[in-house]
C-alpha cells in the first residue's frame, strides 16, 4: 500500500545512530493485525482493512486496541503513530504502557490529541514503565479517552515503537560533550592546552547535574600560562567578518577551597582566512566552595570600537576573517590539592548571518515557547532536555546558534519579526517552534 502522510503536527530527523532496530507495524498483510487484539473488558472490534488496523464496532468508554511486547524500556524512548482516520474521537487518545496485568487501570499513559478528519503521524513519548516490569516493556496499546458516540473509530496505518538514539551531540553545533557526560575516565573529545601544574581530569562524584564534570587539580598556585580544556571541535564560520557577532558562555563550577582565589575564563580560537590564528580571552570568575552558576558575554574578538586607543592588527581586529571557531576553558590561581570541578558549559554565537538554513513554518506541536512573542528570553517547555538550538530569520539566515544543555535563549539582541527555532534534545530528536521577537 502506497502511503501520502500530511505531517502537520511534526517535523523531526533522528540524529546518530539508533541503539536498537525501530519495532515497525505495518499493517499491509490482508486480515493479519500483526499481534494486535482489543483491550480487555472492552467490546472493541480490532481488524485488519486496507492497509490499516482497524479499531471500531463499539469503542465506547474507552474502547482500543493493544499489543505483547519484550522490549527493555531504556532501548526505546518514542512511539511514532500515523492515524489514517477516524470519527467522532473529541477527547483524543491515549498511548498505554502496561504492567503484567494488561489492565488499563493500572497502565501508565500519555495523552494523544487528535485533529479531526485528517491524516496525521504524531511522535509520542512512550508512557513510563510501571515499576513493576523491571525495566521491560510488556505491552503498547491505543485507546480513545472518553466515551465517544455510537460508531466512532480510529485506523492505524502504522506504529512505530522508535529505538533510543545513541546519547550524541550534534556535529553542527559549538562544543561536543559540553557536560562532559559521554565518557568514563577520559577527558573524552576535550585537550589539554597550556601549563602543566594543574591535572585535568573527569570526575564522577561531583557534577552540578548528569553524573560526570571535568576536575581540575592543582599542584601549585598558578599566576600564569593557565592550563586550559579545548572542546578539540572544530566549528565552521563560514568566513565569518562580523563586528557585531558575540559569544556568550555560561558554565557551572565550584572548588574545594578558594582560600586562594580560584579563577576561571572561558577561552576561544579562531583560524584567520590569512593564517594563524586569534585567541579571545574573556574576564575571570571566581570560583566558590558551593556549586554556582557563571556567564560572560564577550565579541568573537577584539573590536575597535571597544578600544581606548584603538590601533587595528594590534589591539582590535575588525578586518579579519575567521573560518573556524574552537571553545575552551583555563584555571589559574588556587593552591597545591586544591580541586576545581566544572560542568554544563552552553556556548552561544550571535550574529547578523551565521549561515544559511532551510525554512519552513510548520511547528512541532509536542513543544512550546514561552513567553511568544517575546523581549529578552524564550524558554523551550519540552520532556527532554534541550542540548542544541538555533534561529532563523524569514531569510533563512541563522542569527543564534547554541549548544549545551538548557531549555533557555537570549533573544535580546535580535531585530523584531519572526523567527523559526529550530532545536534538538538529548535523545537526538530535531524539532522546531516559531516565535516573535518584540
Do not use: C, H
Given at each position: 500500500m502506497k502511503h501520502f502522510y500530511t505531517f502537520t503536527f511534526l517535523l523531526f530527523t533522528l540524529m546518530g545512530l539508533n541503539a536498537q532496530d525501530d519495532v515497525v507495524f505495518d499493517f499491509n498483510t490482508t486480515g493479519d493485525t500483526e499481534g494486535w487484539t482489543n483491550i480487555p473488558s472492552n467490546t472493541t472490534v480490532v481488524s485488519q482493512l486496507d492497509g490499516q488496523l482497524h479499531v471500531g464496532s463499539d469503542i465506547s468508554n474507552y474502547g482500543g486496541t493493544y499489543t505483547t511486547l519484550d522490549l527493555v524500556s531504556?532501548?526505546?524512548?518514542?512511539?511514532?503513530?500515523?492515524?489514517?482516520?477516524?470519527?467522532?474521537?473529541?477527547?483524543?487518545?491515549?498511548?498505554?504502557?502496561?504492567?503484567?496485568?494488561?489492565?488499563?487501570?493500572?497502565?501508565?499513559?500519555?495523552?494523544?490529541?487528535?485533529?479531526?478528519?485528517?491524516?496525521?503521524?504524531?511522535?509520542?513519548?512512550?508512557?513510563?514503565?510501571?515499576?513493576?516490569?523491571?525495566?521491560?516493556?510488556?505491552?503498547?496499546?491505543?485507546?480513545?479517552?472518553?466515551?465517544?458516540?455510537?460508531?466512532?473509530?480510529?485506523?492505524?496505518?502504522?506504529?512505530?515503537?522508535?529505538?533510543?538514539?545513541?546519547?550524541?551531540?550534534?556535529e553542527s553545533g559549538i562544543t561536543k560533550n559540553p557536560s562532559f557526560e559521554d565518557i568514563t575516565g577520559s577527558l573524552g573529545n576535550w585537550v589539554e592546552a597550556g601549563g602543566s601544574n594543574i591535572t585535568r581530569g573527569i570526575s564522577t562524584t561531583e557534577f552540578s547535574e548528569g553524573v560526570q564534570s571535568a576536575e581540575f587539580t592543582f599542584q601549585e598556585n598558578v599566576t600564569s600560562n593557565p592550563p586550559m580544556l579545548y572542546s578539540n571541535n572544530i566549528y565552521t564560520l563560514t568566513d565569518l567578518n562580523d563586528n557585531t557577532a558575540e559569544i556568550t558562555m555560561t558554565w557551572d563550577m565550584k572548588a574545594t577551597d578558594v582560600t586562594t582565589n580560584v579563577q576561571v575564563s572561558p577561552r576561544w580560537r579562531m583560524t584567520k582566512s590569512s593564517g594563524g590564528e586569534r585567541v579571545t580571552y574573556p574576564s575571570l570568575s571566581n570560583a566558590t566552595t558551593e556549586w554556582a552558576s557563571y556567564s560572560t558575554t564577550k565579541p568573537l574578538s577584539n573590536t575597535c570600537a571597544g578600544a581606548t586607543e584603538p590601533e587595528e592588527g594590534v589591539n582590535c581586529f575588525?578586518?579579519?576573517?575567521?573560518?573556524?571557531?574552537?571553545?575552551?576553558?583555563?584555571?589559574?590561581?588556587?593552591?597545591?590539592?586544591?580541586?576545581?570541578?566544572?560542568?554544563?558549559?552552553?556556548?552561544?554565537?550571535?550574529?547578523?548571518?551565521?549561515?544559511?538554513?532551510?525554512?519552513?513554518?510548520?511547528?512541532?506541536?509536542?513543544?512550546?515557547?514561552?513567553?511568544?512573542?517575546?523581549?529578552?528570553?524564550?524558554?523551550?517547555?519540552?520532556?527532554?532536555?534541550?542540548?542544541?538550538?538555533?534561529?532563523?530569520?524569514?531569510?533563512?539566515?541563522i542569527v543564534i546558534i547554541q549548544t549545551g544543555n538548557s531549555n533557555n535563549l537570549n533573544i535580546s539582541t535580535l531585530s523584531p519579526g519572526l523567527y523559526v527555532l529550530k532545536l534538538v534534545d538529548s535523545k537526538g530528536l530535531k524539532t522546531q517552534k516559531q516565535f516573535i521577537k518584540n
Open positions: 531504556d532501548d526505546y524512548a518514542f512511539v511514532e503513530i500515523t492515524v489514517s482516520s477516524f470519527t467522532g474521537l473529541t477527547n483524543g487518545l491515549q498511548l498505554l504502557n502496561f504492567d503484567s496485568t494488561f489492565s488499563p487501570g493500572t497502565a501508565s499513559k500519555t495523552n494523544i490529541t487528535v485533529a479531526d478528519g485528517s491524516t496525521e503521524t504524531y511522535l509520542v513519548a512512550i508512557p513510563a514503565t510501571p515499576s513493576a516490569n523491571n525495566g521491560v516493556i510488556l505491552g503498547l496499546g491505543i485507546r480513545v479517552k472518553g466515551n465517544p458516540d455510537p460508531g466512532a473509530y480510529f485506523s492505524i496505518d502504522n506504529f512505530t515503537i522508535v529505538g533510543a538514539v545513541e546519547s550524541t551531540y550534534d575588525d578586518t579579519e576573517i575567521y573560518t573556524d571557531l574552537e571553545v575552551g576553558i583555563a584555571a589559574k590561581g588556587g593552591s597545591a590539592g586544591v580541586v576545581l570541578y566544572i560542568d554544563n558549559i552552553v556556548t552561544t554565537i550571535t550574529a547578523s548571518s551565521l549561515g544559511i538554513e532551510e525554512i519552513n513554518l510548520q511547528d512541532t506541536a509536542s513543544i512550546s515557547l514561552f513567553p511568544n512573542p517575546a523581549n529578552d528570553f524564550v524558554t523551550v517547555k519540552s520532556s527532554s532536555k534541550i542540548v542544541s538550538m538555533k534561529a532563523v530569520n524569514m531569510l533563512g539566515q
